[in-house]
């Protein structure tokens, strides 16, 4: 997990309104993220996910709200700005007679007069290859690759410009669980070491956990909550769930005082105390209860345990 985060902040969205006709999509969506954080936006189907992250992109014009994107409004970005952002959409579908390296050289050399001082751009097409894990294919022609590794292309398009900031929707769609976790390691090694910021969405809860500095979950259009794995569960907190077994029998129990109720276990029971569990809510029932409460009109006023919550 990134622990360099900087003090700059790279995105500022504040009061953010999104309608399409007379449906608004986006309420009044503010947060703030700063330089080399990974943040993760989560949210059931149209949630608004997208159209927040083209908002930022400056692909869609908002209806309301102040947005700074690397400091700049990103309706009025112009191209030296968007050389500062990485943007991973949908699978790339041109180019199928391009080879991989040959398609990474020719998009990086876009980015050469947007080399400065601190960041040296683009990324060298080997090293890129590589830091995607696609070194075996540099030479294929695009059109062959899997999907999986079409999708580690994307990944690379995206940074070939060394962004400072990077936005990724749902980028690992498809990956096999190997591919996934070095994904995952390239993503630590891009905030970690080069600081980049990223703002990424997935569908994928256990991603989100490896992955995000912090968590923000998009509901009905609005943020309904904002934190780190941990700091979200204990939202929702309440009760953990303790089992055992002693003599073959299995045991479970719920309690909110999960270590005073083992200690109390063993002192009465000792050494017959097998196979001992302590289940605390997890992300998705966190993300569960807390995207209920918001469909279901709650506030944060009404947060109540998961028990309660979740039936
Ligand atoms: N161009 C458009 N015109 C009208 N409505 C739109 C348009 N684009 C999106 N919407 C609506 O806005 C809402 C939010 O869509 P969005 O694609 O941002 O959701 P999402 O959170 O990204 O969803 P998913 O998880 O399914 O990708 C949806 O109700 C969608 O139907």
Not at 109 to 126: F, G, H, L, N, V
Not at 144 to 158: H, M
Request: one cysteine or more.
């Amino acid at each position: 997990m990134a622990v360099t985060t900087g003090d700059r902040v790279v995105l500022d969205v504040d009061g953010l309104r999104m309608r399409y006709g007379a449906n608004d999509v986006l309420h009044d969506v503010s947060f703030q993220a700063r330089q080399g954080e990974v943040v993760v936006l989560l949210g059931p189907n149209g949630a608004g996910k997208t159209t927040t992250i083209e908002i930022l992109e400056g692909f869609r014009m908002r209806s309301a709200g102040r947005v700074a994107v690397l400091g700049v409004d990103p309706a009025q970005g112009g191209e030296d700005w968007r050389a500062r952002l990485g943007v991973v959409l949908q699978s790339w579908r041109d180019h199928g007679k391009w080879g991989v390296r040959e398609l990474l050289a020719h998009l990086g050399s876009y980015y050469t007069c947007y080399s400065t001082e601190q960041i040296k751009r683009p990324w060298d097409a080997d090293e890129l290859v590589d830091a995607v894990g696609l070194t075996e294919h540099a030479g294929k022609k695009i059109r062959t690759l899997s999907g999986g590794q079409r999708r580690r292309l994307d990944v690379a398009i995206g940074i070939v410009g060394r962004p400072e900031l990077l936005f990724l929707d749902e980028p690992t769609a498809g990956f096999d669980p190997e591919s996934r976790r070095e994904f995952h390691d390239l993503v630590h090694r891009l905030a970690d070491e080069h600081e980049t910021t990223i703002l990424l969405t997935t569908h994928d809860l256990d991603e989100a956990e490896k992955l995000a500095d912090r968590i923000m979950i998009l509901a009905n259009g609005r943020i309904i909550a904002d934190g780190s794995a941990d700091e979200l569960s204990r939202r929702i907190a309440g009760e953990a769930e303790v089992r055992w077994t002693r003599d073959g029998q299995r045991f479970v129990h719920s309690t909110t005082a999960a270590t005073k109720f083992v200690y109390e276990l063993f002192k009465q029971y000792g050494e017959s105390v097998e196979e001992l569990e302590v289940r605390r809510a997890s992300l998705e029932d966190t993300y569960m209860a807390l995207v209920r409460q918001a469909e279901s009109g709650q506030g944060e006023a009404g947060v109540r345990t998961l028990e309660e919550v979740a039936g």
